[in-house]
Structure formats: structure tokens, C-alpha cells
């Protein structure tokens, strides 16, 4: 192989490497706001709360108890990735309260009061919903600038990688733009305006921070990703 070809190939290894790299941070499971053991309850949920409930089949909705423990057990011990960890005391407390919903349907279910029984039903499907709010962003404009924020700001800034905090800073404003176009949909009408308010001042932080890393200067990067960071904690303490 000539001195060419190596270069040719080695480039080529290089970009593969790079895209590579790039595919596994994007799918890295701290940087993605999802648990898995939350997923996979609805196995059983499903076929509780859309055939079983709405037909009144108790003997059913008794036959699920143990499918129940035995996925409900994973979820109690589930570690929040940790692009979620500002979520980890409404986590623990919906926990709590999704627990308490799975021993209420198991003693429900032990009984013979079947109006009792879908009670227990009811709750314990609004006690998995209310986990998967805690976990899942509003919209999912505002969840995809959380997860290009992240690195930058719990890695390139506390690092000092200026280079990768500049090449992060023009999506960071594409995705907080994108962010300030959306309407919200109708059950969160009453907070247009302070969502409107907050979308445009994160978007001005995100414009500051991008005009630090063209310029290359690396306090206002800093200042600027700490701003960004402020701005979007502002925006997301709308909705809770």
C-alpha cells in the first residue's frame, strides 16, 4: 500500500471512529431520559388498564398480581440516568407512592370487594403515569436541548474543553430556537406567557454563549454555559 493510500485510509478510520464515538454518546443511557425497568411494567399495565378494567374482569385483574410484583420489584430499585438527577426527590416520591399502589392491589385483589379492586386498578395506573411525567420533558423540543446541554455543561465546562464546549454552542442555539417556536398544547395554555418569556431568554443566553465561542473567549464560554444552564432551569421550573 503507497504513502497515499495509508493516508486515504487512515482518514477514513478516523471519520468512522469520530461517527462512531458521536452514535454512542448520543445513545449513552446516562444522556437519555428514560429507565427501562419503568418501560418494561407496562407489559402488564397495558392489558390491566385497556382490556381487563375498562370489561370488569376481575378474575383477570386478580390473575395479575404476581406479573405485577415481579416487574413492579425492578422499578423500586431503578437508578435514574444521570442527566435526570435533578429529578431524583420526585422520583423517590413517586415511588413511594407507586409501591404503595402495588401492595393496595395486591391486598384488593386478596379480597372479594371487586369495586375495591378497580379502584386499585385505577391508582396504580395513574401512580405509573405520574412516574413517567417525573422522567419525561414536557416537550420534546425542550427534552432535546436538556440532552445537548448536558454534556456541555457536566463535562466540556467543568473540563475546560473549549473546543468542544464551541462546536456544541450553534446547536445549542438551533435547539433553544426551536425550543421558543413551539405552542404549547392546550392544558398548559395558562402558562404561555411565562413559557414564552423564559423560551426567549434562553435563547438570548444560548445567542451570548455562541458569540463567546466564535470569538474564542473561553471565561465568557464558561459564564455563557452557566447562564444557558440558569436560563433552562427557569424554563423547565414552569411546568412543575
Given at each position: 500500500m503507497n504513502r497515499k493510500m495509508r493516508f486515504i485510509v487512515s482518514a477514513a478510520l478516523a471519520v468512522i471512529g469520530l461517527a462512531g464515538l458521536a452514535a454512542a454518546?448520543?445513545?449513552?443511557?446516562?444522556?437519555?431520559?428514560?429507565v427501562p425497568e419503568l418501560s418494561a411494567f407496562h407489559e402488564?399495565?397495558?392489558?390491566?388498564?385497556?382490556?381487563?378494567?375498562?370489561?370488569?374482569?376481575?378474575?383477570?385483574?386478580?390473575g395479575y398480581v404476581a406479573k405485577?410484583?415481579?416487574?413492579?420489584?425492578?422499578?423500586?430499585?431503578?437508578?435514574?440516568?444521570?442527566?435526570?438527577?435533578?429529578?431524583?426527590?420526585?422520583?423517590?416520591?413517586g415511588l413511594e407512592a407507586f409501591r404503595k399502589a402495588v401492595d393496595d392491589y395486591a391486598k384488593a385483589a386478596a379480597g372479594t370487594d371487586d369495586a375495591a379492586l378497580l379502584t386499585a386498578a385505577e391508582t396504580l395506573h395513574t401512580r405509573y403515569e405520574g412516574l413517567g411525567r417525573v422522567i419525561r420533558p414536557v416537550l420534546a423540543e425542550i427534552g432535546a436541548f436538556h440532552q445537548a446541554l448536558y454534556p456541555v455543561v457536566h463535562t466540556y465546562a467543568?473540563?475546560?474543553?473549549?473546543?468542544?464546549?464551541?462546536?456544541?454552542?450553534?446547536?445549542?442555539?438551533?435547539?433553544?430556537?426551536?425550543?421558543?417556536?413551539?405552542?404549547?398544547?392546550?392544558?398548559?395554555?395558562?402558562?404561555?406567557?411565562?413559557?414564552?418569556t423564559a423560551a426567549a431568554a434562553l435563547v438570548e443566553a444560548a445567542k451570548a454563549l455562541a458569540a463567546a465561542a466564535d470569538g474564542h473567549d473561553h471565561d465568557g464560554?464558561?459564564?455563557g454555559v452557566e447562564t444557558v444552564h440558569e436560563k433552562y432551569q427557569a424554563l423547565e421550573a414552569i411546568f412543575n
Open positions: 454518546q448520543e445513545k449513552s443511557p446516562e444522556t437519555t431520559a428514560s402488564v399495565i397495558q392489558p390491566i388498564w385497556h382490556t381487563a378494567y375498562p370489561a370488569k374482569d376481575y378474575a383477570a385483574l386478580r405485577i410484583q415481579e416487574l413492579a420489584a425492578p422499578v423500586y430499585a431503578a437508578k435514574l440516568p444521570a442527566i435526570l438527577h435533578e429529578k431524583e426527590a420526585k422520583w423517590k416520591e467543568a473540563e475546560k474543553q473549549y473546543d468542544k464546549i464551541r462546536g456544541a454552542a450553534a446547536d445549542l442555539q438551533t435547539k433553544a430556537e426551536a425550543v421558543a417556536k413551539v405552542t404549547l398544547p392546550a392544558r398548559q395554555a395558562g402558562k404561555a406567557e411565562a413559557f414564552k464560554m464558561l459564564k
